[in-house]
């Protein structure tokens, strides 16, 4: 069993830079690969990358590469998410989410946390 609870989101300003954080509960994090999704408004959640466990080998999505960068510490058992030069398009509620393999489907990831809302002002 993890437990997932996202923070680092809030109000910024376009260009702006943010890291959120996925802290996660229990001995088994490193077991783990984690995701992130992201659900804007009226929209179905995305996907944007996932890393492994151990290795710290990470996958994107084609349409996420370049300023968001995934990263993990297992010995503070959390996840990261950066994001560089924000676009309002970015305002979503950001999830963090854990698999025991390196997806980028949502039925792959047994735990999921509540979310941290993002929004980006012009």
């Known amino acids: 069993q993890v437990q997932l609870v996202e923070s680092g989101g809030g109000l910024v300003q376009a260009g702006d830079s943010l890291r959120l954080s996925c802290s996660a509960s229990g001995r088994t994090f490193s077991s783990y690969a984690v995701g992130w999704f992201r659900q804007a408004p009226g929209k179905e959640r995305e996907f944007i990358a996932a890393?492994?466990?151990?290795?710290?080998?990470?996958y994107y999505t084609d349409s996420m590469k370049g300023r968001f960068t995934i990263s993990r510490d297992n010995a503070k058992n959390t996840a990261y998410l950066q994001i560089d030069s924000l676009k309002p398009e970015d305002t979503a509620v950001y999830y963090c989410?854990?698999?025991?393999?390196?997806?980028?489907?949502?039925?792959?990831?047994?735990?999921w946390g509540q979310g941290t809302q993002v929004t980006v002002s012009s």
């Open positions: 890393i492994a466990g151990t290795t710290g080998g990470s």
């Open positions: 989410a854990a698999s025991t393999v390196v997806a980028g489907m949502e039925r792959m990831y047994d735990y």
